[in-house]
Protein backbone atom coordinates (compact mmCIF):
# COMPACT_ATOMS: atom_id res chain seq x y z
CA UNK A 1 0.00 0.00 0.00
CA UNK A 2 1.22 3.35 -1.27
CA UNK A 3 -0.03 6.82 0.25
CA UNK A 4 0.83 10.08 -1.49
CA UNK A 5 0.39 13.82 -0.25
CA UNK A 6 0.76 16.13 -2.18
CA UNK A 7 1.63 19.74 -1.27
CA UNK A 8 3.21 23.33 -2.59
CA UNK A 9 -0.12 24.51 -4.67
CA UNK A 10 -1.59 28.00 -4.15
CA UNK A 11 -2.16 31.39 -5.47
CA UNK A 12 0.36 32.61 -7.88
CA UNK A 13 0.31 35.59 -10.96
CA UNK A 14 0.56 34.79 -14.45
CA UNK A 15 4.20 34.34 -15.55
CA UNK A 16 5.65 32.69 -11.92
CA UNK A 17 6.24 29.64 -10.73
CA UNK A 18 5.51 26.59 -8.05
CA UNK A 19 6.79 23.38 -6.95
CA UNK A 20 4.63 20.67 -6.24
CA UNK A 21 6.06 17.85 -4.18
CA UNK A 22 4.27 14.58 -3.54
CA UNK A 23 5.69 12.46 -0.41
CA UNK A 24 5.01 9.06 -0.85
CA UNK A 25 4.57 6.77 2.17
CA UNK A 26 5.77 2.44 2.00
CA UNK A 27 8.68 1.43 1.20
CA UNK A 28 8.18 0.33 -2.76
CA UNK A 29 8.15 3.98 -3.68
CA UNK A 30 10.96 3.57 -6.51
CA UNK A 31 9.05 0.74 -8.08
CA UNK A 32 6.52 3.09 -9.56
CA UNK A 33 6.26 5.26 -12.47
CA UNK A 34 4.66 8.43 -10.72
CA UNK A 35 2.57 10.74 -12.66
CA UNK A 36 0.95 14.00 -12.20
CA UNK A 37 -2.60 15.43 -13.65
CA UNK A 38 -4.92 17.97 -13.10
CA UNK A 39 -8.30 18.49 -13.28
CA UNK A 40 -10.65 21.40 -13.41
CA UNK A 41 -14.53 21.05 -12.61
CA UNK A 42 -16.87 19.98 -15.67
CA UNK A 43 -13.77 18.54 -17.66
CA UNK A 44 -11.80 15.06 -17.79
CA UNK A 45 -8.54 14.32 -15.70
CA UNK A 46 -5.65 15.96 -17.93
CA UNK A 47 -2.21 13.80 -18.04
CA UNK A 48 0.50 16.73 -16.98
CA UNK A 49 3.71 14.51 -16.32
CA UNK A 50 5.10 11.04 -15.82
CA UNK A 51 8.65 10.12 -14.27
CA UNK A 52 9.98 6.09 -14.72
CA UNK A 53 10.96 5.00 -11.59
CA UNK A 54 14.66 5.47 -12.41
CA UNK A 55 14.13 8.66 -13.71
CA UNK A 56 15.98 7.51 -16.90
CA UNK A 57 12.60 8.85 -18.96
CA UNK A 58 10.24 11.76 -18.46
CA UNK A 59 6.83 11.95 -20.43
CA UNK A 60 4.69 15.65 -20.48
CA UNK A 61 1.09 16.97 -21.86
CA UNK A 62 1.45 19.38 -25.09
CA UNK A 63 0.22 21.92 -23.17
CA UNK A 64 3.31 21.88 -20.55
CA UNK A 65 6.28 20.72 -22.48
CA UNK A 66 8.94 23.33 -22.27
CA UNK A 67 7.68 24.83 -19.14
CA UNK A 68 6.89 22.45 -16.55
CA UNK A 69 9.58 19.80 -15.39
CA UNK A 70 9.22 16.68 -13.37
CA UNK A 71 11.79 14.64 -11.11
CA UNK A 72 12.03 12.53 -8.00
CA UNK A 73 13.83 11.52 -5.61
CA UNK A 74 14.13 8.25 -4.40
CA UNK A 75 15.64 8.11 -1.50
CA UNK A 76 12.92 10.86 -0.19
CA UNK A 77 9.81 9.14 -1.22
CA UNK A 78 9.06 12.42 -3.13
CA UNK A 79 8.08 12.99 -6.71
CA UNK A 80 8.10 16.79 -7.91
CA UNK A 81 6.97 18.88 -9.93
CA UNK A 82 8.78 22.11 -11.14
CA UNK A 83 5.68 24.58 -12.78
CA UNK A 84 6.91 27.90 -14.90
CA UNK A 85 5.87 30.33 -16.36
CA UNK A 86 2.62 29.46 -15.22
CA UNK A 87 -0.66 30.55 -17.39
CA UNK A 88 -4.36 31.17 -16.29
CA UNK A 89 -5.35 28.14 -18.11
CA UNK A 90 -2.87 26.27 -15.69
CA UNK A 91 -5.56 26.22 -12.99
CA UNK A 92 -6.96 23.18 -11.55
CA UNK A 93 -6.46 20.90 -8.72
CA UNK A 94 -3.36 18.81 -9.25
CA UNK A 95 -2.98 15.36 -8.04
CA UNK A 96 0.44 12.86 -7.81
CA UNK A 97 -0.56 9.41 -8.86
CA UNK A 98 1.53 6.44 -8.99
CA UNK A 99 1.53 3.14 -11.08
CA UNK A 100 2.94 0.08 -10.45
CA UNK A 101 5.96 -1.17 -13.24
CA UNK A 102 3.89 -3.58 -15.58
CA UNK A 103 3.93 -4.63 -19.00
CA UNK A 104 1.45 -2.29 -21.21
CA UNK A 105 1.54 0.54 -18.93
CA UNK A 106 0.83 3.87 -20.51
CA UNK A 107 2.17 6.31 -18.32
CA UNK A 108 -0.82 8.81 -19.86
CA UNK A 109 -3.88 7.16 -18.84
CA UNK A 110 -4.92 7.36 -15.76
CA UNK A 111 -6.62 4.20 -15.06
CA UNK A 112 -3.50 2.37 -15.47
CA UNK A 113 -2.45 4.16 -11.98
CA UNK A 114 -3.45 2.48 -8.92
CA UNK A 115 -2.59 4.93 -6.05
CA UNK A 116 -3.96 8.80 -6.08
CA UNK A 117 -3.04 11.59 -3.94
CA UNK A 118 -5.86 14.11 -2.17
CA UNK A 119 -4.67 16.69 -4.40
CA UNK A 120 -3.49 20.32 -4.09
CA UNK A 121 -5.27 23.50 -5.61
CA UNK A 122 -3.26 25.93 -7.90
CA UNK A 123 -4.21 28.89 -9.25
CA UNK A 124 -2.81 31.18 -11.49
CA UNK A 125 -4.24 35.07 -11.76
CA UNK A 126 -3.92 37.08 -14.89
Known amino acids: QVQLVESGGGLVQAGGSLTLSCAAS????????MGWFRQVPGKEREFVAA????????YYGDSVKGRFTISRDNTKNTAYLQMNSLKPDDTAVYFC???????????????????WGQGTQVTVSS
Open 97 to 115: AGARLRPGLSVYNPLDYNY
Open 51 to 58: ITWSASST
Open 26 to 33: GRTFSQYA
